[in-house]
């Protein structure tokens, strides 16, 4: 696929991440290190897709007063920047890394307040974007902005024939997935809490994952890809169910591995690999993020290494 691969992200962020020997709640914690990264969903797909040797377009809403660290990131990495800027400062958000227990506590800040206008604006910034291009839309939405500004974006560009894959969660989400059949997204990249969100019921089990991303494809969708943690990740749709994982890995730091994997969708859709493909290169690109601060990737060789690895399953049909 020979098209333009654009990324946008309503709600970018300043990702502080702090690394703590053994976060403990309630006490005095002293930091072993402390990284500043230019992030949110679609940014740092963006930045992982440059890291693989492809170029995107970066769309959203930039706060003015501290956009530096953005536009060094994509200055550095060649990424288009179509970011608007907005009054205000890009929100905060702050990412506890526990390096005992291998996790990451989060604190999200809010993002500058914005409204119709700027949705308008983002709008009209994707009016380029035509038939045979592909759109992540990413993350959560600031405040002020229309619950459906996802559903609205994600109609507008399939009606320009774009290849759109929404990453967000809540009530985005859901009214995105209200949307008719054909202003739906081509793929969804749920986790498991958010699939269980959208569902109104808890999924204990791969077969009930299974079977709520069936009723998603029984609504218009092509594809669901959830990503499951230590798990993996499963990919439904109306051809198979597949499960993919690799061996344990020992994380450096969680931070935007479901962002990783989402690039590697990406970058398997600009490829036209097929299902098992796909899936293979998106748990390669989220595993190989495991091992860095911010979203970087390593070089691609290590990249494919890792997608060698990585064992598929498939589930039975039901």
């Not at 500058?112 to 700027?118: C, H, K, L, S, T």
């Not at 291009?133 to 559903?151: E, H, N, Q, R, Y």
């Not at 595993?287 to 691609?300: D, F, M, S, V």
């Amino acid at each position: 696929m020979s098209g333009a691969i654009h990324t946008v992200t309503a709600n970018p962020a300043l990702d502080q991440t702090v690394t703590l020997d053994a976060l403990i709640p309630g006490s005095v914690n002293l930091a072993r290190a402390a990284t500043v990264n230019a992030g949110g969903k679609g940014v740092n797909v963006a930045s992982c897709l440059a890291d693989w040797g492809l170029r995107a377009s970066a769309h959203g809403l930039l706060g003015r007063d501290n956009a530096a660290p953005f536009e060094q990131l994509f200055a550095a990495k060649r990424i288009g920047d179509r970011m608007l800027r907005v009054a205000g400062g890009t929100r905060t958000n702050i990412k506890l890394a526990d390096l005992q227990r291998g996790d990451t506590t989060d604190v999200n800040l809010p993002g500058p307040a914005v409204g119709e206008a700027e949705l308008a604006a983002l709008a009209a910034g994707l009016a380029d974007a035509g038939s045979g291009d592909l759109a992540v839309l990413a993350g959560s939405l600031p405040p002020g902005l229309p619950i459906d500004a996802w559903a609205r974006l994600c109609a507008q560009l399939k009606r320009q024939g774009v290849w759109v894959l929404l990453d967000s969660s809540g009530p985005a989400l859901a009214a995105a997935l209200a949307n008719p059949p054909e202003a739906l997204p081509d793929c969804v990249k749920p986790n498991r809490e958010e699939l269980a969100q959208w569902a109104g019921r808890e999924l204990n089990s791969l077969d009930d994952i299974v079977q709520c991303a069936r009723g998603l494809l029984r609504l218009g969708i092509g594809r669901v890809v959830a990503s499951l943690g230590e798990q993996g990740a499963l990919l439904v749709d109306g051809d198979a169910a597949l499960l993919a994982s690799l061996p344990p890995q020992r994380p450096l730091s969680t931070v935007g591995a479901g962002d990783a994997l989402v690039a590697g969708l990406a970058a398997a859709r600009s490829q036209e690999l097929d299902a098992p493909a796909s899936l293979r290169l998106a748990v390669a690109f989220a595993a190989a993020k495991l091992q860095r601060i911010g979203p970087h990737l390593p070089p691609p060789p290590q990249i494919r290494e890792l997608a060698a690895a990585v064992s598929l399953q498939t589930l039975a049909a039901h």
